[in-house]
């Protein structure tokens, strides 16, 4: 399984944008990167996933450059809802195969 | 997506005590479903992987016969945590693999050991 590499934690304030890139430098030719972000006490809740180059979804854009070798979920104009830990994930996107959790990003919001 | 949901969100038992935990898919059916245990401030440990109507995959270090893990239907797998001490307290999420493979989990259940 692919490691992955996340900076511990991030500050940023309300408004901002925020990229956090996660390093996965022997991803599989088949694996997917996947993010979740997780608030105390919940569950993980998927954010989104992508292959290669650009993928964007109503909450997030994921960049994926051309070696897959890094990736980076970026946030538009946070807010202080957004505190919570990031989690970036590689692995096969196929039936059966559980996600393996690194240590994730704690990203702190503030007004 | 899928959604999951897991109960009881919060159970206290004693020592020595045997405690269930449920996880359902509500909308989605599901093959295979995977539990994962986090201590406070720590990252999601995979525990085992539950498939229906066979037996669970544990992860190494995790004893099988301590956590055990039914999934008797396509919508419901079940942790049960047997003689429960103290150091078995933790936050238990479960997780189910919905459409496209994405993989969806429950609000998690807190287990304390008294």
């Known amino acids: 399984l692919a490691k992955t590499t996340q900076p511990v934690s991030m500050d940023s304030y309300e408004g901002q944008e925020v990229n956090i890139t996660c390093s996965h430098n022997?991803?599989?030719?088949?694996?997917?990167i996947t993010w979740y972000q997780q608030f105390p006490s919940q569950g993980p809740r998927f954010i989104i996933q992508g292959y290669k180059t650009k993928v964007t979804n109503e909450v997030a854009s994921l960049f994926i450059p051309a070696d897959r070798k890094s990736s980076t979920l970026s946030l538009p104009r946070v807010s202080l809802s957004d505190t919570a830990v990031y989690y970036c994930l590689v692995g096969l996107n196929q039936a059966g195969t559980a996600l393996i959790f690194g240590k994730g990003t704690t990203l702190s919001v503030s007004s | 997506g899928a959604v999951v949901s897991q109960h009881p969100s919060r159970v206290i038992c004693k020592s020595g005590t045997s405690v269930k935990i449920e996880c359902r898919s509500l909308?989605?059916?599901?093959?295979?479903m995977f539990w994962y245990r986090q201590f406070p401030k720590q990252s999601l440990m995979l525990m085992a992987t539950s498939n229906e109507g066979s037996k669970a995959t544990y992860e190494q270090g995790v004893e099988k016969d301590k956590f055990l893990i039914n999934h008797a239907s396509l919508t419901l797998s079940t942790l049960t945590v047997t003689s429960a001490h103290p150091e078995d307290s933790s936050f238990y999420i479960c997780?189910?693999?919905?459409?496209?493979?994405?993989?969806?989990f429950g609000e998690g259940s807190w287990l304390t050991v008294v």
């Open positions: 997780s189910v693999q919905g459409i496209g493979n994405t993989i969806y």
């Open positions: 022997n991803i599989a030719t088949n694996d997917y």
């Open positions: 909308d989605f059916q599901a093959t295979t």
